[in-house]
Structures are given as C-alpha cells and as structure tokens.
C-alpha cells in the first residue's frame, strides 16, 4: 500500500462545477499538507499549504485537511477551462522530512 | 515571491555525453534543493536532497556516480547527468525549500526536458 493515495483520474466537468480532489494517507506523523497545480510540461505550483488539521481558503480554492480520518481535500469552485491540470497533493511530517506525493489527479474543465 | 528557475529548460544531446542542469532560487535562500525526475503520466520521483555546503543525500536506486549534484551556495544546485544515455531522457525538476522558519514548502522550478539520442 502506498503511503498516500491519490485518484489518478482523469475527471471531467463542465465549467462553473465544484470540484472535489482527494488524498488518503497511512502516515499518521504527516503534519503538512501541500496541494500543487502542475500544468503539462511544466513545474509544480504551489496552491495551498496547510497545518495539521482544519480548512484554508484561498480565492476559489479551498483545502481540507482531517487528520483523525488521515484524509485531505482540495475544492474548486466556479471551475474554469484554465484549472484544467493535474493537481498533486504532497506532505510531510516536518523537520525538514522530504514531501511525500500522491500519483496526481488530471482534471479538465471543459466549456 | 518564491521563485525558482531552472536552466535549460530543455536539452538535446548525444549519447555518452554529459549535461549539466541549473536550479536557482531567485528570491530566497534555499537551505535545502531537492532534484526530482518525471516520466510522462507519472508523479514525481525524488533523486536527492541536497543541503547547500553539504554532499547530497541520494534515494535508494539512485545512482550518485552518474547524477552528480553540487549546492554550492543558497541559491545555486547543479545537477550533471554524466555519460548520458537514452534510458536517462526525462523531465528533471528542482525544488527548494527556505529556512525552517518559513515552513514545510517546496517550491519547484519549471523543469528541464532532456532528450538523450
């Protein structure tokens, strides 16, 4: 079993959709929680960075993080064509351990 | 701010040469770069983490003889592919990471694609 699952997808929806991007873990000492937009033939962006558990919002963005669950989520609203990409989720358990990275989910918004 | 550049940001060589890759953090020091490998549809292999001043800690598998990498300063890591071969055509990524202070994040440069013939 990896350390942390990822739906590889692909998922497709219309443009102004919720979107709904998940991440289990096994690692119960992962304390950071990291999503990143990686567009094709390009690096990773960071999208959202979070602490321990709770909810961050950023714009159109938000993160999840339940650590009781060992589950984290990354919400789209009002998608749009541009957000179409794979979106990677990434974390840690601090102390300068290296990111730990689901598989990546591609997502296409479509018109 | 957090930017990272990496250069080339593609390269094409011959067979049995080497090539050596650039990772620059441009707006802050990077006290840990890490070096990671892509191929097409797949998530993010992790090479090595190196700490500026300090020889860089391989991932098992890794070859360090053939992956050389330098972090001489802290906003500068190399990465040499030596004696290139077309098994070693990929997608290379450099991240860094600031001081402890400013937490847990990798920011990643935009990648170079080497294509080894």
């Known amino acids: 079993q990896k350390e942390v699952e990822q739906d590889p997808g692909p998922l497709s929806v219309p443009e102004g959709a919720i979107v709904s991007l998940n991440c289990t873990y096994s690692?119960?000492?992962?304390?950071?929680f990291m999503w990143y937009r990686q567009y094709s033939r390009k690096g990773p962006e960071l999208l959202m960075y979070?602490?321990?558990?709770g909810n961050k919002e950023d714009g159109r963005f938000t993160a999840q993080v339940d650590k009781s669950s060992k589950y984290i989520s990354l919400f789209i609203r009002d998608s749009q064509p541009s957000d179409s990409a794979t979106y990677l989720c990434?974390?840690?358990?601090?102390?300068?351990?290296?990111?730990?990275f689901g598989t990546g989910t591609q997502l296409k918004v479509e018109l | 701010g957090a930017v990272v550049s990496q250069h080339p940001s593609w390269v094409i060589c011959k067979s049995g040469t080497s090539v050596k890759i650039e990772c620059r953090s441009l707006?802050?020091?990077?006290?840990?770069m890490f070096w990671y490998r892509q191929f097409p549809k797949q998530s993010l292999m992790l090479m090595a983490t190196s700490n500026e001043g300090s020889k860089a800690t391989y991932e098992q598998g890794v070859e360090k003889d053939k992956f050389l990498i330098n972090h001489a300063s802290l906003t500068l890591s190399t990465l040499t592919v030596t004696s290139a071969h077309p098994e070693d055509s990929s997608f290379y990524i450099c991240s860094a990471r600031g001081l402890a202070a400013f937490g847990e994040t990798q920011y990643f440069g935009p990648g170079t694609r080497l294509l080894v013939l």
């Open positions: 990434a974390m840690s358990a601090g102390g300068g351990n290296k990111l730990t």
């Open positions: 979070t602490y321990s558990s």
């Open positions: 690692n119960s000492a992962f304390q950071y």
């Open positions: 707006d802050f020091q990077a006290t840990t």
